[in-house]
């Protein structure tokens, strides 16, 4: 597709349990972001990716939260460890050039979180 | 505005007015700036942006207003319509950084 793809949509588990989120960005885009909603409130940040590396991880809360980008394309976030305070809904965002340059970041429709 | 958290600061305006959305941001050094439209259960979505060396950005019905004395952005929509109700969210960002969004406002448009 055209846009910035995230599955699952939906994801229910249960507390301690191992949870992957996969993204999927807009063709070309070089730079890909994770942030993470909560309910009423502004997307927080997590981490950027330029190319295949982390140019900025220190959104990510603790050390549970792991995000990777091997070839430089879709990124997967990890989250070990499940607890009830991660439930949110998980937005990954593309861009052309990376922040400052082009800057326009095109949202996905995001990964919804529920821990039990 | 009024809290936030679960309760997004709310404006309500008619249909056919003007909006005026604000938002203080808080870094100084921020040079690009970008107003979002949140629909329910969607991702956020890009409406208008600016960079610091910009005053005022117009679009279509939408103009973005930037007093970096103040660290201050305003959303205007003119002719509000019944399709503008969602959540507008600011990011302000710093060359090489990473974007941070503002707590949002919710608009709805009445009848």
């Known amino acids: 597709g055209a846009g910035v793809s995230q599955t699952p949509s939906n994801k229910v588990t249960e507390k301690g349990k191992y949870v992957e989120l996969r993204c999927d960005p807009i063709?070309?885009?070089?730079?890909l972001y994770w942030y993470r909603q909560s309910l009423g409130q502004g997307p927080e940040f997590l981490i950027y990716f330029q190319g295949t590396g982390a140019a900025d991880d220190s959104g990510l809360p603790n050390d549970r939260f792991f995000a990777v980008r091997p070839e430089g394309s879709v990124s997967t976030l990890k989250i070990q460890r499940t607890e009830r305070g991660d439930s949110a809904v998980y937005l990954c965002?593309?861009?052309?050039?990376?922040?400052?340059?082009?800057?326009?970041?095109?949202f996905g429709e995001g990964s919804r979180l529920t821990v039990l | 505005g009024e809290s936030v958290g679960l309760h997004l600061p709310t404006l309500s305006v008619q249909e056919g007015d003007n909006s005026i959305i604000n938002c203080a941001y808080s870094n100084s050094a921020s040079d690009y700036f970008i107003w979002y439209k949140q629909e329910s259960g969607k991702g956020p979505q890009f409406i208008i942006d600016i960079r610091s060396n910009m005053d005022k950005r117009q679009g279509q019905r939408v103009t973005v207003l930037l007093n970096k004395t103040v660290k201050h952005l305003s959303l205007q929509i003119a002719a509000t319509q019944p399709g503008d109700s969602a959540v507008y969210f600011c990011a302000e960002n710093i060359l090489g950084q990473n974007f941070v969004f503002g707590p949002g406002t919710r608009l709805s448009v009445l009848p």
């Open positions: 965002a593309s861009s052309l050039l990376g922040s400052g340059a082009s800057g326009e970041l095109f």
């Open positions: 063709s070309g885009h070089t730079a």
